[in-house]
């Protein structure tokens, strides 16, 4: 993001080749990193949640570690392509350095949807699958648990205990359903404008407008998470209220502290 600024304030690419071709690779290989990182976690909750007795076996801190090797391993793998054939370069209207689709379109196409599937595609269906599931087993427990109360209050009962944890582990993983979804619409622009550009035999195929919509798209996916978890989750709410007071306190201490 800072380059991008950089971009903005010179008109244009002030950094160098080395460092337009490094920013260009670390930005595909943590796209990629966070495409998988949120599939994982949604088979982890997958497991946990719909087959929770199953759960200390199958997920091992070898597997994870795994998991986490392979991550990383495709994300280098997909971004040092580029950068091994020479197709970065600096694009005006994405502000930043992007590969450059038209210089080799026949190895350039293969990539893309090579990547667009293993990397976007599949991803996406196994977070839809996994998370379709998770939500479905939680409205039947909390139906299972309106009914519960519902037959304690007949019975007049005490129904003001606490609700059971796995109230809070949905509420839990609907705010990660809304991540990932943010996540999705910020990066869908991004992902079909390439793939759009390579399978075009053009080089300007899009109006430069889409072009920058779809960076500034990519950007947000990375901001917006905090905001979701402070809107969502009161557990967030409660740390951000505390950091924010003790800042607050913090500076009105130091204001009324008298100088020496």
Not at 25 to 33: D, G, H, M
Not at 50 to 74: A, D, E, G, N
Not at 203 to 217: C, D, F, R, T
Request: proline letters at 4%; aromatic letters at 16%.
């Amino acid at each position: 993001m800072l380059s991008s600024l950089g971009t903005f304030i010179d008109d244009g690419w002030p950094f160098g080749i080395f460092w337009c071709y490094f920013v260009c690779a670390a930005n595909y290989c943590l796209i990629i990193v966070s495409m998988m990182t949120l599939c994982f976690i949604s088979i982890d909750r997958y497991i946990a949640i719909v087959h929770s007795l199953r759960y200390p076996t199958k997920i091992t801190q070898k597997r994870v570690l795994c998991m986490i090797f392979s991550v990383w391993f495709q994300g280098i793998s997909f971004s040092i392509v580029p950068v091994l054939y020479y197709w970065i370069e600096f694009d005006y209207w994405e502000v930043i350095c992007a590969i450059s689709w038209y210089k080799e379109r026949q190895r350039a196409l293969y990539y893309v949807i090579f990547a667009f599937i293993l990397c976007f595609l599949l991803p996406g269906l196994v977070l839809a699958y996994c998370y379709y599931h998770v939500l479905t087993i939680a409205q039947k427990q909390h139906r299972r648990l309106q009914k519960q109360r519902n037959n304690l209050n007949n019975l007049n009962l005490n129904s003001t205990s606490s609700p059971p944890k796995y109230n809070t582990s949905s509420k839990a993983v609907k705010s990660l359903l809304v991540v990932v979804l943010a996540y999705f619409l910020c990066m869908t622009p991004f992902s079909c404008t390439k793939l759009y550009k390579v399978s075009v035999d053009e080089q300007q195929p899009l109006p430069n407008y889409m072009n920058l919509v779809a960076s500034i798209l990519a950007f947000c996916s990375s901001a917006v998470n905090p905001f979701i978890y402070g809107i969502f989750r009161k557990d967030f709410r409660r740390a951000y209220k505390k950091i924010l007071w003790q800042i607050l306190r913090r500076n009105s201490l130091e204001a009324s502290t008298p100088n020496n």
